[in-house]
């Protein structure tokens, strides 16, 4: 099929990148020597157990730990009065690891342990005698903006958070009065949480000098350590260090962009024991007390002109803070994307208010709100194509964004292959033949950035390259690699600049004692940013050797090419010689030299303004999912017959793992969809485990299709893009979409169980 | 209660004494230091501590070590050869993208070869049966069914690790 071809590269051939190199970790992992934080003990090692709030929400009246500390073989009991003042948590600071007073949630902690075994903690947490006195809660989040509400935290007033998120570009009033047709729906999106197969843990030590080390599956190391240090200052321990060791991580999805009460409250009682304390979570805990994707009500209201141009959008959401804040409260700056850029309109309202509840408190999941405001879109952009009448991937089509085109919120999109994903999804999966009853297809598209997204001070990774002897290279990259694949596309660009094979070049993301700073694992920055990181770094390396070269080889520096690990001048046999002899000679000569570089890359993307507009990505990543269901309309159940997901990667850097990434993703994304929910009843977990939390199994599985739509974009590396969350962003608006066009009930609520298809049918035919 | 069991894991004759509490993920990961064997819940619902008993695969989270007396264990550490070679279904797994995070790596390739030793031609059904148990939340099984696939062809050029 022509449109989905691999563009051929025109700058040169390529040996390296493209190539769908196994993950370089993945025989060690394949072995079970990979050593997760599960996997590690340290000499001396303590184990740490936390202490859960028993209501959401109470005063605590009296807490009693003598029996816990007078148990034999226990080392420390720490309650919210052991913490220091200044020792909190989240990005507006709100969240002390331990709670002193009151609790505002069951995943509050309010008690911790140190003890010489795992068994010992859990009695001496037995043992812990706490009154409480139980205080009304408030879990709506609608019903908190009222007045008369309850408040999670009274100091403040209100428990709507102060936040930014209000934004009018254009003017949608006038756009509406002039709009053909307009439709208004309420969509609603509940909690799921991440569901990484290694659970969540941390082991804090200190040195003699009180510098820590925290070993901790973060994708954060370098703000990690940040917020470690501002609890060691709080702690009184000024001027110290604080190294983070990442060990393998057992998965990431975004739950680990944030640190945690679990890290915190290690290093206290680490410090406390002065020995290495680990706090590992069990699986009941990790759906307790990690955070989920923020729950949503979206009101949507868009239109379109008679020729079926969207005139404008309206959205306004309501967003489950929970009791506390982390990321959660900020996904509204991504949401602004789609919400203002998927599609060409002019004229944009947005509204977005967080607020507090005694719920779990939400953070960073995969897509970062782009699932969320996406659902409401395209579900809401097939119910205006249904009203204006018109084919609705024609409708599409006729809104697609192009190359060039600067959206209301000033992205500027570069490389785009939206229309290209759009007609590879409708080749693959033929629309108009759903002649079967309860049969029917879907199409949803998306944006997603995917050149960095500058929501910090700097979106920056540092790259560190140093070669031996023997033409291998070392490269220290601030970047993470947590399953995804961010060490084969760091080694996969260096090997490739330097002529040399990907298993020569060793990628170290594990230490911040010997790795550069970078911003963390999240919106699909690493491939594009740590990629460019590492390029730089290569270049800059590649340059030096061609200047030596030049001197042995006695041809012009830039005459010098790489390939098959030798350096070689085009045309003359003669002139070449294996790299690593070239090293050596470099090195053992008077005045002999190591090759080595540094690079810090920061994309020349901006933060949002006051305006809340800037173009916050260098360049963004396009997609379109197509599903065709099956509805049983006995029993409303929704069968998965086909999937296709067209991206645009700007260049696939290696398809093994781009196909990995778009696979799971869109698994993921279809758990979203179908299955996936944490059932809170007045805030208290109901199905902290695999039995009643749905995800897919190996027997769910579904067909999908990836076909890779390649834009080579002009500032990606080697014309590459983000993929790892665009994945699972369209895929819930396509399955309902799909079951619209199926059994013509239109579910507008997530996940879309067979109970609610079934309560939507009968309403249809009026049961 | 302390109890002395014998097995054969991996290949060699055991004796250990052990709590007749224990369960075999604890015995093999707390005791022996065989950190291969992953859990990642604990109550049987993932599948990441999946071994081989007597060619069975079980959750070894749930399964007592005192039930392994004069019992063949076999885990994920057993079946590359000595020389280093990694068994089929290890290599299968890395060359078709059947690894991600890994986490969940050991279970499904201890799974799949109870499957394999049993069923060498299962079929596509038949794999996503015998792996129903094992939960992956990177991959979206796609190249895990790739990778047992692979790995029924290649076994007919296996050399054999320590299980065969």
């Known amino acids: ?767 | 209660m302390a109890t002395k069991i014998s097995f054969i894991l991996n290949g060699d004759k055991i004796s250990y004494e052990i709590k007749d509490h224990w369960t075999l993920s604890y015995l093999l990961r707390e005791e022996m230091g065989l950190i291969g064997t992953k859990e990642g819940c604990g109550n049987g619902e993932c599948g990441a501590c999946t071994v081989i008993v007597d060619k069975l695969a079980v959750n070894s989270c749930l399964y007592l070590a005192i039930d392994i007396d004069d019992k063949i264990v076999e885990t994920i550490e057993g079946l590359a050869s000595t020389d280093g070679t990694l068994h089929p279904l290890q290599q299968s797994f890395v060359d078709n993208g059947g690894i991600q995070c890994g986490f969940c790596s050991p279970g499904m390739i201890m799974s799949s070869k109870a499957l394999l030793d049993e069923n060498p031609d299962a079929d596509r059904e038949e794999i996503k049966h015998a792996l129903a148990g094992n939960i992956c939340r990177c991959t979206g099984y796609i190249q895990i069914f790739e990778s047992v696939e692979a790995a029924k062809e290649l076994a007919v050029e296996d050399k054999g690790g320590k299980n065969g």
Request: glycine share 8%.
């Open chain 1, 1 to 767: 099929m022509d449109n989905i071809e691999v563009t051929p590269n025109q700058d040169r051939e390529l040996s390296v990148v493209g190539k769908p190199i196994p993950k370089l970790d993945a025989a060690q992992k394949a072995m079970g020597r990979a050593e997760y934080i599960q996997d590690i003990k340290l000499p001396g090692m303590l184990y740490g157990k936390i202490l859960y709030s028993k209501f959401a929400n109470a005063n605590i009246v009296k807490i009693d730990t003598s029996k816990a500390k007078a148990l034999a073989g226990v080392h420390a009991v720490l309650t919210g009065e052991d913490v220091p003042k200044k020792m909190k948590m989240g990005f507006i600071k709100d969240n002390p690891p331990i709670k002193k007073g009151r609790v505002s949630s069951f995943r509050d902690e309010v008690a911790a342990v140190a003890a010489i075994s795992l068994d010992i903690a859990k009695k001496a947490l037995d043992l812990i005698e706490i009154e409480y006195e139980e205080l009304e809660g408030i879990f709506d989040p609608e019903k908190a903006m009222e007045k008369d509400s309850p408040l999670v935290h009274e100091h403040l007033k209100s428990n709507v958070l102060k936040m930014p998120w209000n934004i009018h570009y254009g003017d949608v009033e006038k756009a509406e009065k002039e709009s053909a047709f307009v439709v208004e729906d309420k969509f609603t999106t509940t909690w799921v949480t991440h569901c990484c197969m290694g659970t969540s843990g941390a082991i804090a030590l200190f040195d003699a000098a009180d510098n820590l080390t925290i070993y901790s599956n973060t994708q954060i190391p370098s703000l990690a350590q940040k917020d470690f240090l501002e609890s060691l200052k709080a702690m009184g321990l000024e001027n110290k260090r604080a190294r983070v060791i990442k060990p393998i991580i057992g998965g990431g999805f975004g739950s680990k962009l944030d640190t945690y009460a679990y890290e915190h409250i290690a290093i206290l009682l680490a410090h406390k024991c002065k020995k290495p304390v680990k706090i590992m979570f069990d699986r009941v805990e990790e759906f307790n007390a990690t955070s989920t994707r923020q729950p949503t009500v979206i009101y949507i209201k868009q239109g379109c002109d008679k020729n079926g141009r969207l005139t404008f959008r309206d959205m306004r959401m309501v967003l489950d803070n929970g009791a506390h804040t982390s990321w959660g409260a900020t996904t509204p700056s991504v949401m602004l994307m789609p919400i203002s850029s998927l599609y060409k309109v002019e004229n944009v309202k947005y509204n977005a208010k967080c607020v507090y509840t005694n719920n779990t408190y939400s953070q960073a999941m995969r897509g970062y709100g782009n699932p969320q405001a996406t659902f409401a879109i395209e579900s809401s952009m097939d119910i205006l194509a249904e009203k204006a009448g018109m084919d609705r991937i024609e409708f599409r089509k006729i809104n697609k964004n192009q190359s060039g085109d600067e959206t209301p919120q000033g992205l500027k999109i570069t490389s785009c292959g939206l229309e290209e994903c759009i007609d590879a999804v409708k080749e693959e999966l033929k629309f108009d033949n759903n002649s079967e009853k309860g049969v029917g297809t879907g199409i949803a598209s998306l944006i997603h950035v995917g050149g960095g997204a500058r929501i910090y001070g700097s979106d920056g990774c540092g790259a560190i390259l140093k070669m031996d002897d023997y033409g291998k290279v070392d490269i220290f990259t601030g970047g993470t690699d947590m399953g995804q694949g961010l060490d084969n596309i760091t080694a996969q660009i260096v090997a490739e600049e330097l002529g040399l094979l990907a298993e020569d070049i060793n990628v170290v993301h594990s230490d911040t004692d010997v790795c550069p700073w970078d911003v963390g694992a999240h919106a699909s920055r690493s491939t594009f940013v740590a990629g460019n990181a590492a390029l730089g770094a290569a270049k800059k390396v590649k340059k030096k050797i061609q200047e030596f070269a030049s001197k042995i080889l006695d041809v012009p520096a830039k005459d010098i090419k790489f390939k098959d690990r030798n350096v070689f001048f085009p045309g003359d046999p003669e002139k070449s010689m294996p790299i690593g002899k070239l090293l050596r000679k470099a090195h053992f000569s008077p005045n002999g030299t190591m090759l080595m570089a540094e690079n810090f890359y920061d994309p020349d993307n901006r933060n949002m303004g006051k305006d809340l507009k800037g173009n916050m990505s260098m360049t963004y990543s396009f997609g379109a999912h197509g599903v065709k269901v099956k509805v049983d309309e006995e029993t409303g159940k929704v069968e998965v017959l086909e999937y296709v997901a067209a991206h645009d990667v700007g260049r696939a850097i290696n398809p093994l793992l781009l196909e990995g990434q778009v696979y799971g993703g869109v698994v993921m994304g279809l758990g979203y969809a179908l299955t996936e929910e944490v059932v809170h009843q007045n805030g208290k977990n109901m199905n902290a485990n695999f039995r009643d939390y749905k995800l897919f199994t190996a027997k769910d599985a579904v067909k999908i299709k990836a076909p890779v739509i390649e834009t080579i974009d002009k500032d990606g590396p080697f014309g590459a893009k983000g993929i790892g969350e665009p994945g699972c962003v369209p895929t819930a608006p396509a399955v309902a979409n799909a079951i619209y066009d199926a059994v013509g009930v239109r579910i507008k609520d997530l996940p879309i169980t067979p109970e609610k298809v079934l309560a939507a049918l009968k309403e249809k035919k009026g049961d």
